[in-house]
Structures are given as structure tokens and as C-alpha cells.
């Protein structure tokens, strides 16, 4: 119980510095602990071998992954039009050298 309750409080430090830090990670890891939670009770029968393992649950992290890719690919399609212009190719920058020699 008490290398339980250490745990907590080293997570909830941890936590508390990312969300700080950086926010957005903070909420992340805010909104995917639950879900990783009920995830884990979901298959918990066929990891322990209480059930045997349907076809699905072997390839679904690929798909969680090619479905999430997809999906920010389409956020980033529709806010295309949104997206600051390009600077100009034939302007008279360093190229990233920053020596100013042309």
C-alpha cells in the first residue's frame, strides 16, 4: 500500500510539472489515463487467457494509428486554406547560412 501511494504522488508530481510546463500534455495525459483505464478492463480477460484472443485485438494498434494519422490528416487538409503564406523563394535571404554572402 505504501509503495502504491508513493507511486501516486511521484505521478501526480510528474503530472503537475507537465501540465506547467506544457499544457496541452498535461490535458493529453488528463484525458488518456481514463481512457487507457477502461481500454485495460476491456481486454484484461484475454491477456490473463481467461478468454481466447479474437482476431481483431492482435492488429489493433496499427489501426488505432492509421485511423488517428487519417484523422489529423483530414484536420490538416481543412484548415489548409488557414495557413500563413509562403515566404518568397526568390527573396534575398541567407538560405539559412547567416553569413549574407550571395
Known sequence: MLIWLIGVAVF???????????????????????????????????????????????????????????VFGIITWLRADKLAPMKDADAHDDHGHGDGHH
Do not use: E, H
Open 12 to 70: 501526480i508530481l510528474i503530472w503537475g510539472r507537465l501540465w506547467r510546463v506544457l499544457p496541452a500534455a498535461g490535458f493529453g495525459v488528463l484525458i488518456g489515463l481514463p481512457l487507457a483505464y477502461v481500454a485495460s478492463l476491456l481486454i484484461t480477460p484475454y491477456v490473463t487467457g481467461m478468454q481466447a484472443i479474437p482476431v481483431w485485438l492482435p492488429p489493433l494498434p496499427l489501426v488505432i494509428v492509421a485511423v488517428t494519422l487519417f
